[in-house]
Antibody
Framework: QLQLQESGPGLVKSSETLSLTCTVS??????????WGWIRQPPGKGLQWIGS???????YYNPSLKTRVTVSVDTSKNQFSLKLISVTAADTAVYYC?????????????WGQGTMVTVSS | QSVLTQPPSASGTPGQRVTISCSGS????????VYWYHQLPGTAPKLLIY???QRPSGVPDRFSGSKSGTSASLAISGLRSEDEADYYC???????????FGGGTKLTVL
């Protein structure tokens, strides 16, 4: 059964770079019908799509975050990653990685448990 | 301010049927598929409905989705206490070139 697990620092200083990795287990990140994405949820608020990546490195980003975000994939490690530069308190959130099934469902159908990232001043 | 508008709260009693609305525009709901997720406290969202009205395997047929014009709805029949959760609608927005979510609706089972 496919599982996703986020990892990375839970505390990042303001103006620095947030870096997270999602490890995919129980299946290959290289299957052609899947994209892989990041979604975040500030405390007590709703969901925000950050960006998605294909196994070949093709990326799509939320335009509101595009200037600060990089999502990349490492097929040899079955991982994909998120980098968000110049963070502020507004970037404090639970960050989820998820599989985006593009064949029949076209939605995030499997999610990681999420990891809380706090931006401190 | 979310691109998709949902009521912040909804409620019902066990066994009742409740609906949650999601209002958008021609750049998202009207011309693209709508998805619904639910989220229990402290857990990751789970896909409930895809492509407007399709249920992933394992999702009970008590959950149903519909769409008309620029609005969509999630209906839950035979309400159970375990349905108490936050519910989010989602869609692709052509103008923003972005996946967008509603602000979420907190469902309380009285």
């Amino acid at each position: 059964q496919l599982q996703l697990q986020e990892s990375g620092p839970g505390l990042v200083k303001s103006s620095e770079t947030l870096s997270l990795t999602c490890t995919v287990s129980g299946g290959s990140i290289g299957r052609t019908i899947y994209y892989w994405g990041w979604i975040r949820q500030p405390p007590g608020k709703g969901l925000q799509w950050i960006g998605s990546v294909y196994y070949d490195g093709t990326t799509y980003y939320n335009p509101s975050l595009k200037t600060r975000v990089t999502v990349s994939v490492d097929t040899s490690k079955n991982q994909f990653s998120l980098k968000l530069i110049s963070v502020t308190a507004a970037d404090t959130a639970v960050y989820y990685c998820a599989r985006l099934e593009m064949d029949r469902i076209n939605a995030f159908d499997i999610w990681g448990q999420g990891t809380m990232v706090t931006v401190s001043s | 301010q979310s691109v998709l508008t949902q009521p912040p709260s909804a409620s019902g009693t066990p066994g009742q049927r409740v609906t949650i609305s999601c209002s958008g525009s021609s750049s998202n709901i009207e011309n693209n598929y709508v998805y619904w997720y639910h989220q229990l406290p402290g857990t990751a969202p789970k896909l409930l409905i895809y492509r407007n009205n399709q249920r992933p395997s394992g999702v009970p047929d008590r959950f149903s989705g519909s769409k008309s014009g620029t609005s969509a709805s999630l209906a839950i029949s035979g309400l159970r206490s375990e349905d108490e959760a936050d519910y989010y609608c989602a869609a692709w927005d052509d103008s923003l070139s972005s996946r967008v979510f509603g602000g979420g609706t907190k469902l309380t089972v009285l």
